[in-house]
């Protein structure tokens, strides 16, 4: 079965500094891969995603991810945080069946110091 | 175009009680996904509808569970009766496809608790 993990619960960084949120997976096919970002009070937000082609995939708000099939890693950086960014960003993995249900890593809560 | 929206936003009922949650997907979006955390947890699959059709109700806890979906356009997720377990945010997405990669979108959540 296919797994997420998410080896970080908090991360604290200070405004400015470069983030990697980490995310591991477990899956038996090329994977579909997700990150998303859940701000206080929003919805979950897609950030970025990759399937296939270039392994390194540029999303929203300037965050960028790496799939690593070697490492089964698909790891979330951004070079620069800024204080907005303090959320929960959550990893996940589309089945390989129909239907595309997602399972999701625990979670990694990220705090920005001023 | 608006998102995909929950209600109520919050739910705090006693052990033993019914609660109903809704989900209005984004309009046009034939499929709509329930997931649910509870604390602490990861976000875990809980259904899937097409239009007004269950293709995938394999992450249902157990009969306490209904979910319906009226004419494929909202959706409801009752909890009858409700156990303190039952306890964590649900979560409501929707999509375009279900093609494999497509992106889901999410609402706020229902946070739920059970008392």
């Known amino acids: 079965a296919q797994s997420v993990t998410q080896p970080d619960i908090h991360i604290t960084v200070s405004e400015g500094a470069s983030l990697e949120l980490r995310c591991n997976y477990s899956y038996g096919a090329t994977p579909y891969l997700f990150w998303y970002v859940q701000s206080p009070g929003q919805g979950l937000q897609l950030l970025l995603k990759?399937?296939?082609?270039?392994?390194l995939v540029q999303g929203i708000k300037g965050f960028e991810a790496e799939f690593k099939r070697s490492q089964s890693s698909f790891n979330l950086r951004k070079p620069s945080v800024h204080w907005s960014d303090a959320a929960e960003y959550f990893c996940a993995v589309g089945a390989s069946g129909g239907g595309n249900k997602l399972t999701f890593g625990t979670g990694t809560q990220l705090k920005v110091e001023l | 175009e608006a998102g995909v929206t929950q209600f109520p936003s919050h739910s705090v009922i006693e052990k033993g009680q019914t609660v109903t949650l809704r989900c209005d997907p984004i309009?046009?979006?034939?499929?709509l996904y329930w997931y649910r955390r509870v604390m602490g947890k990861e976000i875990k699959f809980l259904l899937h509808?097409?239009?007004?059709?269950?293709?995938?109700e394999s992450g249902m806890p157990n009969n306490r569970f209904l979910a319906e979906r009226t004419g494929g356009t909202y959706s409801t997720l009752k909890v009858q009766p409700a156990e303190l377990e039952d306890s964590g945010v649900y979560f409501c997405?929707?999509?375009?496809?279900?093609?494999?990669?497509?992106?889901?979108?999410f609402g706020p959540g229902t946070r739920l608790l059970v008392l």
């Open positions: 509808f097409v239009k007004e059709s269950k293709q995938d």
């Open positions: 309009s046009g979006h034939d499929n």
């Open positions: 990759y399937f296939s082609g270039d392994t």
């Open positions: 997405a929707s999509s375009p496809t279900r093609q494999r990669g497509e992106t889901q979108y």
